[in-house]
T-cell receptor, first 115, second 114 residues
């Protein structure tokens, strides 16, 4: 069964609004969570790395004020796309890992469409 | 620039035959490589990995080969089954994968025909 739950799976919003995507680890404590974005026919691109209780580390070219990440607990990280525009339409996916040599688990992704 | 390249967007194979998925990389600092499998509407699931100190790793029907000098790795699936039909992503990381920061290829859609 799924060990990382991502919600919602699909969202359509109007330009200028904000959208929040949740990523939950279901049966383990996720010390680190990663957020990726995938445009059509492109690879999964890492956007940011978040550790519980600390600020997220963003990859080059990713606007931290636009993509707000909150990793407030060991089982939940949220990505908020603020003032979304059509060019933000993409597939967003999170992954989570516990401590030690535990494997990396992915959520099922969120398809965001901004109209 | 694409540091991990999967140059074949798709591959079609007959059931029972071998599937070979290829991946090339440009960053010589990569030292840990992984293959993920992804079905539609699901997240990627880990399939098999290989450290740069090895040139082969086998797990059941799946074998990954690494050629460091050529910066090339491949995933062999034999025998291929219709349930193997999925998108396969090659991924790489630095520092032994301990930081889990993965660089992905664009994926190859494998179709195994009955």
């Amino acid at each position: 069964g799924a060990v990382v739950s991502q919600h919602p799976s699909r969202v359509i919003c109007k330009s200028g609004t904000s959208v929040k995507i949740e990523c939950r680890s279901l049966d383990f404590q996720a010390t680190t969570m990663f957020w990726y974005r995938q445009f059509p026919k492109q690879s999964l691109m890492l956007m940011a790395t978040s550790n519980e209780g600390s600020k997220a580390t963003y990859e080059q070219g990713v606007e931290k004020d636009k993509f707000l990440i909150n990793h407030a607990s060991l089982t939940l990280s949220t990505l908020t796309v603020t003032s979304a525009h059509p060019e933000d339409s993409s597939f967003y996916i999170c992954s989570a890992v516990g401590g030690g040599n535990s494997p990396l688990h992915f959520g099922n992704g969120t398809r965001l469409t901004v109209t | 620039d694409q540091q991990v390249k999967q140059n074949s967007p798709s591959l079609s194979v007959q059931e029972g035959r071998i599937s070979i998925l290829n991946c090339d990389y440009t960053n010589s600092m990569f030292d840990y490589f992984l293959w993920y499998k992804k079905y539609p509407a699901e997240g990627p699931t880990f399939l098999i990995s290989i450290s740069s100190i090895k040139d082969k790793n086998e797990d059941g029907r799946f074998t990954v080969f690494l050629n460091k000098s050529a910066k090339h790795l491949s995933l062999h699936i034999v025998p291929s089954q219709p349930g193997d039909s999925a998108v396969y992503f090659c991924a790489a990381s630095v520092e032994g994968g301990s930081n889990y920061k993965l660089t992905f290829g664009k994926g190859t859609l494998l179709t195994v025909n009955p």
